[in-house]
DNA sequence: TATGAATGAGGGTTCATTCAT
DNA sequence: AATGAATGAACCCTCATTCAT
């Protein structure tokens, strides 16, 4: 009986988190205000706060979840046995699955979190710090398994990396594109791999001169 | 005598917009009072509404006056003799000068301009359009005279650049970073450009496979 | 049957009165939280409501429980065959052993009940008229008696006696003084009446001039 | 001209605090809502924020007005000729003066300052302290020039003293008598200090045994 | 041009109370 | 008897904006 009542927690707590999204997305942390966000979930203002302790703590949640799960995503790719290659598309896959089922997940994440310091707390800019450390990681051994230059420093590789990722994702977001088809997303993992791994430079001059 | 005036009320003007660039930077927009900014400006808040019709409009003047140095850039740039490599490295250059200059400027467009659609009107997305749309000329000419490749669409080629371009300046903006030295932007430009156009892979048999 | 359940009942409450009261010291009746109550009581916060109406009503019953208690003691001291000073002895130690057993309520009778005008209704003031109304039945016996002086208006007499006493409990009170041995608890008494019988002037002179 | 403004700014503010004054008395410190005492000056609430940065500053500063004069008063009674009936005298007709003229304010010191430890913090314990520490001071001039006894702690003089003083001044507070003819204050001064010092006991065998 | 007093919409948060289980 | 989810009135405080001076 028990496990029932926590499990209707947990399942109206997810109600609230998947309004909060929507709002946030909407609206921005600042304009979202709760009362949106229980009008959305159904509920009135005043049970939010009995599930979290205040706005702040809502987006708190919301973060904590979403870098939970990419860090333990990383930790598979990194366990896993798949080549630099195939590792850097399971990256890139992912977020563009996640894109497909909670595009309002991705949207927060590009305009709100990855980049406003007004939101940004020296606690959640460690979740950053530790994320382009996992991917650090995973190019480094690109490197040492000689499918990545080394005469370039893994870190400037990381930022060229996310940053094009992160674009892609920016102009989906602020576009609102669709994304429908796993072709579709093969093609652009594919597409960014491509011009990561082998330059936007056409043929042996231009790449190596 | 109305020319003094004139450029009177355009001083004044610039001190507002550069208290304000400073008060955005630390605050947001949401968070960012208009008695803040004036009293960074060393003027009455009332006085803020002499010079701009409001919050908003402040920030308008503050994005038309970024959008149009960049755009004007952007066409000095097409129409000089440099070649695709100069072009590009001009534009990564503006930036890296922009922000020893003004690291005020590039954060904002960074954390409140480039991603957050709370502020995002469709007015300016279409700065953002814009943008991206020079820069595509640019890389199409690249792809013309064969010095870009053509199999890959020109589109992604824009994300791919500026998104390297952009998380370099976002980890510089939130990590604080200084930028002294001629010799230092020349290094990252230098770095950025090489990756982006020869690519991260190591060798042909990593990136031709 | 019915007994076991009637004292269950009983005990039940006095634990949450109890909790009640060290919840109304630390906090005061406005700040007192239903919640906190019940958390220090060990219950859940719905349960208080079917010991109590409201808030309001817990508050009446910890008053007409006092109340009714000093009345006693009163109804006790006139009824005995104690003089005037064994009386007003009497009172005094009733309110320092009280002390002694229960701080917490002489705590909210000193700083939330004895002078709050937000807490105090007209039903509440009518226990004040009459606490000091048997007062001063005590002290008008003593006029006739003798053993009080006649030409000061009994009311004013009370006025100063009972000053005296809640001042000292008041420094107790908000000092967090402990009260341990009975030989302090005679020895405050024993002042307070000495002064309050034979007066602060030193010797005749000065009494009575 | 600015000190023109600046006695406005003074005025507002004394206009405030009378409401303030007012509504605290009618209400109580938690009770009182800013939007009342707006509503009572006349103002909007917002104006209030103007002149004080929140409720707890409000309430701030009208203690610490309170408590300067009353130190300056007793600073004055220090330094005058008058003997120690007369300093008595003076500080027991300041606070029945302060009750005819502003009897809001005393009404608040009685019932909100005086005892609620919700609202004292022990900056305004300190205040209470000094207070106190005051008043001793002239007590223990008392007994050194022989006017008062020796016998009993001068701590334990000052608590009867203000005891008696304070249970007056919360009868007429709680009961809302008006307090017109200066004969009747003279009455109830002269009351206190004849009871205080030559005590409430009658003839010599009550005072002396 | 310049000031800052004045306004009030807006939104976060608390918490007593009810009620289904 | 017992729980705690659910509700919403109440109230504090912020701050953009206006306007008299």
Redo the contacts between chains.
């Keep these: 009986m028990k496990k029932d009542w926590e499990e209707l927690k947990k399942e109206k707590q997810q109600i609230i988190f998947d309004s909060a999204l929507k709002i946030l997305?909407e609206?921005?942390?600042?304009?979202a205000r709760i009362a949106d966000i229980a009008q959305e979930a159904g509920i009135s203002y005043g049970l939010v706060y009995h599930y979290f302790k205040n706005k702040e703590d809502l987006l708190n949640e919301i973060l904590d979840q979403w870098w939970a799960k990419l860090y333990q995503l990383l930790e598979e790719i990194k366990k896993s046995e798949k080549n630099l290659n195939g590792r850097l598309k399971g990256l890139i896959l992912y977020f563009l699955d996640t894109y497909q089922r909670k595009p309002d997940l991705i949207?927060i994440f590009?305009?709100?979190i990855?980049?406003?310091?007004?939101?940004?707390t020296e606690t959640r800019?460690d979740n950053?710090r530790k994320f382009f450390n996992l991917v650090e990681d995973i190019?480094v051994q690109g490197?040492k398994s000689?499918?990545?230059?080394?005469d370039?420093?893994s870190r400037?590789?990381v930022?060229?990396?996310?940053?094009?990722?992160?674009?892609?994702l920016?102009?989906m977001?602020?576009g609102n594109e669709s994304l429908t088809s796993d072709r579709q997303k093969e093609k652009i993992a594919d597409?960014?791999l491509?011009?990561?791994?082998?330059?936007?430079?056409?043929?042996k001059s231009?790449?190596?001169t």
């Design positions: 997305k609206k921005g942390f600042h304009r949207h590009i305009t709100q990855s980049r406003s310091t007004t939101i940004l800019l950053f190019l490197q000689k499918k990545l230059r080394q370039v420093d400037y590789l930022y060229i990396f996310l940053g094009g990722l992160e674009t892609f920016s102009i977001v602020l597409s960014l491509e011009v990561f791994l082998n330059g936007a430079g056409a043929g231009a790449r190596r």
